[in-house]
């Protein structure tokens, strides 16, 4: 009993702050972290010492996570079922330059739009980039956690940054921190305006 209590003490921020972040309603969070732990103490006999606790530990946090989401009523599409034209290639739209030669400023002004464009991703999208860019785990380890394929993972991270990407380029031009889009002069034929002013015609 003391090795598990330790172990949740070590990790219990961390924890929580994956909870938070992955659920749709952070207001449950308390309630679902909650739930986790217990549900992780009357299972503590299926934990084989000498593994990775915390793999663990996030497999049981994401499945009470994915469970509190199914509730809201705001379960996301089956990745298979998202269209590869819906994702179009940034460094072709207008703008997106201008991000990559200063991101950190970008991305300052950007504020609570990172939180709020972070929050319109998949469960999967979010858990699987919160797992590799904030807790650090490997993609095999991922997989194992969120119990699906290698290949899925990548391909959730891919689209699930590919997403934010999007989504932030789209407020940095709504709020002008990127040029604005070149105007494109429309060269006039010849006889265009007679044509348009009602001329040219004989009779």
């Not at 003391?2 to 702050?17: A, P, S, T």
């Not at 793999?55 to 509730?71: F, G, S």
């Not at 609570?112 to 860019?133: K, M, N, T, V």
């Not at 699930?160 to 006039?188: F, H, M, N, T, W």
């Amino acid at each position: 009993m003391n090795d598990f209590m330790q172990q949740v003490e070590r990790y219990r921020d961390e924890f929580y702050r994956y909870v938070r972040r992955t659920l749709w309603d952070p207001g449950l969070s308390e309630d679902v972290f909650s739930d986790a732990l217990l549900a992780a103490w009357e299972n503590r006999h299926k934990f084989q010492p000498g593994t990775n606790f915390r793999a663990w530990m996030y497999r049981i946090l994401t499945n009470k996570c994915y469970v509190a989401n199914r509730n809201t009523g705001r379960t996301p599409h089956p990745i298979d079922e998202v269209p590869e034209s819906s994702f179009v290639r940034l460094d072709t739209e207008w703008g997106y330059r201008d991000v990559l030669e200063d991101p950190d400023h970008v991305l300052q002004q950007c504020d609570g739009e990172i939180h709020d464009a972070f929050q319109r991703l998949s469960p999967s999208q979010r858990s699987c980039l919160l797992l590799r860019s904030v807790e650090r785990f490997s993609y095999k380890e991922i997989a194992e956690i969120l119990e699906m394929p290698v290949g899925t993972v990548m391909t959730h991270l891919s689209r699930g940054r590919a997403k934010l990407r999007s989504d932030l380029l789209l407020y940095a031009r709504q709020k002008g921190l990127v040029r604005q889009r070149p105007r494109i002069l429309e060269v006039e034929q010849p006889g265009e305006r007679d044509i348009a002013a009602g001329g040219g015609q004989h009779g």
